[in-house]
């Protein structure tokens, strides 16, 4: 998979990790930036990039690997790709 931006690795990791755990916005939002400042620019930054994260499975032909829950709360479709941990 190829990501528009280093952000976009770096929130499709961290989702991998919660194992399709639905995580929120304000949570990605830390990760990202490790602030707390919450800003419209901020937000709409978050959902840019599970677009994009969206878009590249959406180009190799898996979609729906994003599940989320009033567009607030994102995790993995655990129904669409297989984690293995070694």
Not at 10 to 26: N, P
Not at 37 to 55: H, L, P
Not at 68 to 73: A, M, Q, R, Y
């Amino acid at each position: 998979i190829n990501f528009k931006r280093t952000q976009c690795k770096e929130t499709f990791a961290y989702l991998i990790d919660k194992r399709g755990t639905l995580v929120s916005e304000d949570e990605l939002r830390f990760l990202l930036w490790s602030e707390n400042e919450d800003t419209e620019k901020k937000r709409r930054s978050v959902r840019n990039i599970i677009s994009d994260i969206r878009m590249a499975f959406k180009a190799c032909g898996v979609e729906d690997v994003i599940i989320n829950n009033n567009k607030s709360f994102y995790g993995i479709n655990k129904n669409k790709i297989s984690i293995k941990i070694i």
